[in-house]
């Protein structure tokens, strides 16, 4: 069983930066692969970024190429998605998800365990 806690997400004004983490339970969380996603209001839940169990791969949204970097901490169980010039349509809840397979963070089918999320609101 693994749990994942999302932190960092608030309110920053377009243009700035936020840093999102995600603290993940149990000692096998080296072992997966990591995501993240988001749902903005109104809209259904897209695929942000992706990261291999080693950070060796990693995948992005083509949106968030070149503003966004996923990177993971294997020894402190923790993944981040750093995002940066952040734009009003990154506006949306953000969430972790965890899968020992990567392809199914890439698909977002499948997928073994959700955070429950993290809101990031960014205004004009």
């Known amino acids: 069983q693994v749990q994942l806690v999302e932190s960092g997400g608030g309110l920053v004004q377009a243009g700035g930066s936020l840093r999102l983490s995600c603290a993940a339970s149990?000692?096998?969380?080296?072992?997966?692969?990591m995501g993240w996603f988001r749902q903005a209001p109104g809209k259904e839940r897209e695929f942000v970024s992706a990261i291999s169990w080693s950070g060796g791969s990693t995948y992005y949204i083509d949106s968030a190429k070149g503003r966004f970097t996923i990177s993971r901490d294997n020894a402190k169980n923790t993944v981040y998605l750093q995002m940066n010039s952040l734009k009003l349509e990154d506006t949306a809840v953000y969430y972790c998800?965890?899968?020992?397979?990567?392809?199914?963070?890439?698909?977002?089918?499948?997928?073994?365990?959700w955070g429950k999320g993290t809101l990031v609101t960014v205004s004009s």
């Open positions: 998800a965890a899968d020992l397979n990567l392809l199914s963070i890439r698909r977002g089918s499948g997928v073994d365990y």
């Open positions: 149990g000692r096998t969380f080296s072992r997966y692969a």
